[in-house]
């Protein structure tokens, strides 16, 4: 199993332009989610998805978009990607949405927007 | 869903306990108490979580206080690779980690 893989490592972009970053995992979960985490600061819920073909908002969604078209792959995207967009962000996915869920997380994506 | 705190920063000397302190003095009747840690920039990972009664796992020990509304996650015998950020969350949906306990374990 290779668990939460994320694709690509790092990207960097000019502002204005946009970009997908790819999320896959093989251990068959419904739920998924995207995080970015800015320096210093703690982890922030973007988009999620409760199942192939449903997602929704989390904490921060503005400027991002998100597609779930099937169950093992998250992809998010930035369509005019903006400074305030440098960030690592991270995939992850659990089993269900339930209290005991536990995330698995990727390794994350560096992205730097000049 | 209920917020956390937790202390910024905690020291701790290799080899010795570390015990990381959580209030979530909102928490309701369903949450679970969560705990991950990142190293570095790594993705996080999750320790162990609880709902009300001490669990223990591999890697840590978790005490919830009989009402809830604090916790302790402990590691019994800190090395220089426990050494990361560690979040405490409590959560129904969608976790909300905030900036968490930088433990600095020393030699």
């Known amino acids: 199993n290779a668990g939460v893989t994320q694709t690509p490592k790092f990207r960097v972009l000019k502002t204005g332009q946009s970009m997908t970053l790819l999320c896959a995992q093989d251990?068959?979960?419904?739920?998924m989610y995207w995080y970015r985490q800015d320096p210093g600061m703690g982890l922030r819920l973007i988009h999620y998805s409760v199942g192939e073909g449903t997602t929704a908002k989390g904490e921060v969604p503005d400027g991002y978009n998100v597609s779930r078209l099937k169950k093992q792959n998250f992809l998010l995207g930035l369509e005019s990607a903006a400074p305030s967009q440098t960030s690592v962000y991270f995939c992850a996915s659990s089993y269900s949405g339930g209290s005991r869920e536990t995330q698995y997380f990727g390794p994350g994506t560096r992205l730097l927007v000049l | 869903d209920a917020k956390t705190t937790q202390p910024t920063s905690m020291d701790c000397a290799e080899g010795r306990a570390a015990n990381l302190p959580c209030n979530h003095s909102t928490i309701s009747g369903n949450e679970y108490v969560y705990w991950y840690r990142q190293i570095h920039s790594q993705g996080p990972q999750y320790i162990i979580h609880?709902?009300?009664n001490n669990e223990t796992n591999e890697m840590a020990s978790l005490i919830i206080t009989e009402d809830r509304k604090s916790s302790t996650l402990i590691l019994p015998h800190a090395t220089l690779r426990d050494t990361a950020v560690y979040y405490c969350i409590v959560r129904v949906r969608d976790m909300r980690f905030g900036a968490g306990t930088r433990l600095t374990v020393k030699p």
């Open positions: 251990m068959n979960h419904e739920y």
């Open positions: 609880g709902l009300k």
